[in-house]
């Protein structure tokens, strides 16, 4: 998300916060793309099952289970009271309960209530693009972080639904899409952080879709559909939408229609001294 004032992200955050709770339900049958980034991001963390993990975004927790591989007990937070409850309810497999016994925390990943060096490892896939200061939640990370901890997080770049963009485009100059912070900035933001030994991967995750429609609905189904800076309620009439349709369907493959994901995946390293 681009840079806005502090009024108006507080705002955007809150807004965010409800949008994602109001999907708590509907989120994960809509989640392809967040089920493939996160399981290609858990790859990168050692597999050693040993430490507290911290899942920084947790959304409704559908991967919870997969961490009894990666650590002895994790932590989950999140912004939103409704994805965090939704976690909560998640029940592990009986074996795995008490080994990986839980805490669930509301908290914004620009300020956690977490004590200093109290993470062996942190995951985090899709949630930095939602936070107004990258660099708020990169000196987090590096203060709950211990030495010798792990990082693996993944956040949505510039270039992300590009065919989107340029379909609203031909039609208006109206901000209908998020605008994702090129992957320069997000460098940029944790680069400061000179403890942790940073690697960054920029990775295009496209899609496809039957229609707009069918595209538009995951969005909302995903509560991924607050805009920033938006000026009006956006679309409403079935002119626009046709219109919309048709200059998205320029774009149409064997495949269907196409929207690309820019992902950058970064990695870190904690100093162990």
């Known amino acids: 998300m681009t840079a806005v004032s502090a009024a108006t992200a507080e705002s955007f955050i809150r807004q965010v916060a409800q949008s994602f709770g109001k999907a708590c339900d509907s ?7 967040q089920q493939q980034v996160a399981l290609d991001a858990l790859s990168l963390l050692p597999a050693d099952k040993q430490g507290h993990l911290l899942d920084l975004g947790c959304g409704p927790g559908w991967i919870h289970p997969r961490f009894a591989s990666y650590c002895s007990h994790f932590t989950a937070a999140d912004l939103s009271a409704g994805m965090l409850a939704k976690a909560a309810s998640q029940r592990l497999p009986a074996h795995l309960a008490t080994p990986l016994a839980t805490n669930y925390v509301q908290a914004d990943a620009q300020q956690l209530p977490l004590a200093a060096r109290s993470v062996d490892k942190l995951f985090s896939s899709l949630m930095l693009q939602w936070c107004a200061k990258p660099a708020a939640v990169f000196a987090e990370i590096d203060r709950v972080l211990a030495p010798g901890g792990r990082v693996v997080l993944t956040t949505l770049v510039d270039g992300t639904l590009a065919e989107l963009k340029q379909a609203f485009a031909s039609l208006d100059q109206q901000q209908h899409v998020n605008r994702f912070l090129p992957a320069a900035e997000v ?38 559909n607050q805009v920033a800076g938006r000026q009006s309620r956006g679309l409403t009439g079935k002119g626009y939408w046709q219109q919309l349709a048709a200059a998205y369907d320029l774009n149409r493959t064997a495949l269907g229609l196409p929207a690309s994901y820019q992902v950058l995946i970064i990695t870190g390293y904690k100093n162990a001294n």
């Open 187 to 224: 460098i940029a933001a944790a680069e400061p952080v000179s403890s942790i030994r940073w690697q960054f991967e920029q990775r295009c995750y496209p899609l496809f879709y039957p229609d707009v429609i069918s595209l538009a609905r995951e969005l909302k189904a995903l509560g991924a």
């Open 27 to 33: 989120y994960l049958p809509a989640a392809r793309l």
